[in-house]
């Protein structure tokens, strides 16, 4: 096979993730390929070239991005003049539409560009889909809806499935997780994901932990905190402490804390479809700063937030957004549900729907396929 070099650009953890087995999917059908990127951990045991880490790179909202903009600056000079010494076969963008497609535009179809975990235009600022169109070789998406909408656009679009369906897995048995973490199984065990970005965690955990503290004063039940490794563990402690709440936390291991759970409590992203796909009953728990949410509310097309919700096209699992975010109103929504087994089993039934909308096992295999397809045309 030939060798080839390949650009990819990811700017979050999330992203890092599908763009890392994308990488080790690339180099699995041809060895030959020289993946070099900006991203992080995940990417990097893939065997990419790292010319730079992502950490402390993902933003929340305007002001966030403002604060930012120098970094941003200087990243993509960067990432430019690696592309003329490069001079790579193709760049493939993941997911971090914000700066995805502006660095897209200044490509300017010089090298072959595509998009992976395409930008979410369905759900807000539809006017992106000229810039798509006009600067994108090919769009790869994860969910079959967004293949019908991409192509009412005239664009070159391929659905891969859903990657998350190879890797939300747990890999430590339950009982003997339980038994690490001191925790009993005869309790409700409930777990808490407030989300991966220092931000989120800072607007969302102490809800989630006043929720939880509610609940245990109602039922025998145990908490678990999902913990990113992108922050310190002194920022959730402190936190925590502020509540006043028995709490463990888990570190990076997302999948295995929501083995343990009888319930979690997710903040809006990647983690409602993480939680989907273990078919664990959920809801959902966001709260953004107030400007950043008068700002980007009105852009918003769709009447839910969750993706689970929107993958269903309808509202299967509560969510509690923004002013609605009241600890009392969460807990009693919890409660209500954890009391009812057959409201419990309907919404079991309804993520199992979800799942099998994702498509089949297998996903980052296909998209790197379709990838080298199109390269090799």
């Keep these: 096979m030939a060798q080839k070099n390949i650009l990819i650009i990811c700017g979050e953890a999330s992203g890092d993730l599908h763009a890392g087995n994308l990488a080790l999917a690339l180099k699995k059908i041809n060895p030959q390929i020289n993946i070099f990127g900006v991203g992080g951990e995940t990417m990097r045991q893939a065997g990419a070239e790292l010319f730079y880490d992502i950490k402390g790179?993902?933003?929340?909202?305007?002001?966030?991005?403002?604060?930012?903009?120098?970094?941003?600056?200087?990243?993509?000079?960067?990432?430019?003049?690696?592309i003329k010494s490069i001079k790579p076969d193709a760049v493939i963008l993941v997911d971090f539409s914000g700066f995805n497609l502006r660095l897209a535009k200044v490509i300017n179809n010089a090298f072959t560009t595509i998009y992976y975990v395409s930008p979410q235009v369905w759900a807000s600022r539809r006017g992106r889909m000229e810039t798509i169109k006009k600067y994108l070789k090919k769009v790869i998406v994860l969910f079959k809806f967004e293949e019908a909408f991409y192509k009412k656009y005239g664009i070159n679009v391929d659905f891969s499935g859903h990657p998350l369906l190879d890797v939300a897995k747990p890999t430590i048995a339950r009982a003997e997780l339980l038994s690490r973490l001191n925790l009993m199984g005869t309790k409700t065990t409930i777990a808490l994901l407030p989300g991966s970005r220092k931000q989120e965690i800072k607007n969302i955990l102490p809800i989630m932990l006043k929720t939880a503290r509610l609940i245990g004063e109602k039922?025998?039940?145990?908490?678990?905190?999902?913990?990113?490794?992108?922050?310190?563990?002194?920022?959730?402690?402190?936190?925590?402490?502020?509540?006043?709440?028995?709490?463990?936390?888990l570190e990076g291991k997302t999948y295995d804390c929501i083995n343990i759970a009888d319930f979690c409590l997710v903040c809006s992203g990647t983690a409602t479809l993480e939680t989907a796909i273990m078919?664990?009953?959920?809801?959902?728990?966001?709260?953004?700063?107030?400007?950043?949410y008068l700002l980007y509310r009105?852009?918003?097309?769709?009447?839910?937030?969750?993706?689970?919700?929107?993958?269903?096209g309808k509202k299967i699992i509560p969510e509690f957004i923004q002013f609605r975010t009241s600890p009392k109103k969460?807990?009693?929504?919890?409660?209500?549900?954890?009391q009812d087994p057959i409201q419990l089993q309907v919404m079991k039934n309804e993520l199992s729907k979800v799942k099998s909308s994702l498509g089949e096992p297998g996903a980052s295999a296909r998209?790197?396929?379709?990838?080298?397809?199109?390269?090799?045309k």
Aim: cysteine-free; charged content about 20%; overall charge positive.
């Design 298 to 312: 009105p852009q918003v097309k769709l009447p839910y937030i969750g993706m689970v919700n929107i993958v269903a």
């Design 279 to 292: 078919q664990k009953p959920f809801v959902i728990v966001y709260k953004m700063n107030f400007l950043n």
């Design 367 to 376: 998209a790197a396929g379709i990838i080298l397809n199109f390269l090799n």
């Design 330 to 338: 969460i807990s009693a929504e919890v409660l209500k549900l954890l």
């Design 219 to 249: 039922i025998e039940a145990q908490f678990v905190i999902a913990k990113s490794n992108q922050v310190d563990w002194d920022f959730y402690n402190q936190i925590i402490k502020k509540v006043g709440i028995e709490v463990k936390m």
């Design 57 to 82: 790179l993902s933003v929340m909202g305007l002001f966030d991005v403002l604060k930012k903009l120098p970094k941003f600056f200087a990243l993509k000079k960067l990432i430019l003049e690696k």
